[in-house]
Nanobody
Framework: QVQLVESGGGLVQAGGSLRLSCAAS????????MGWFRQAPGKEREFVAG????????GYADSVKGRFTISRDNAKNTVYLQMNNLEPEDTAVYYC????????????WGQGTQVTVSS
């Protein structure tokens, strides 16, 4: 069982930055992959960024490449999403997710944190 708690959302002007945090608890995290997803009003949830907890792979949606960076701190069992040069189109509820590295669907989800980018 994995529990995820996001924090760090808020209101920012276009061009600004935010860093989201996802505190993870559970066993065998080293065999998991972590992901950040987002859902804007009226839209489907979409993948934003992902990484293997143990390292060796990171992936990004085309819309955020070069602006967002996913990383983790093993000592704090925390995954981060650094978001730079934010655009109004990035406004959404952001979710942290986790699953075993071999699975294609994510099994564990956080409660979400709101990110609002004003123009």
């Amino acid at each position: 069982q994995v529990q995820l708690v996001e924090s760090g959302g808020g209101l920012v002007q276009a061009g600004g930055s935010l860093r989201l945090s996802c505190a993870a608890s559970g066993r065998f995290l080293s065999s998991y992959k972590m992901g950040w997803f987002r859902q804007a009003p009226g839209k489907e949830r979409e993948f934003v960024a992902g990484m293997w907890w143990s390292g060796g792979w990171t992936g990004y949606a085309d819309s955020v490449k070069g602006r967002f960076t996913i990383s983790r701190d093993n000592a704090k069992n925390t995954v981060y999403l650094q978001m730079n040069n934010l655009e109004p189109e990035d406004t959404a509820v952001y979710y942290c997710a986790a699953t075993e590295r071999t699975r294609t669907t994510y099994d564990y989800w956080g409660q979400g944190t709101q990110v609002t980018v004003s123009s």
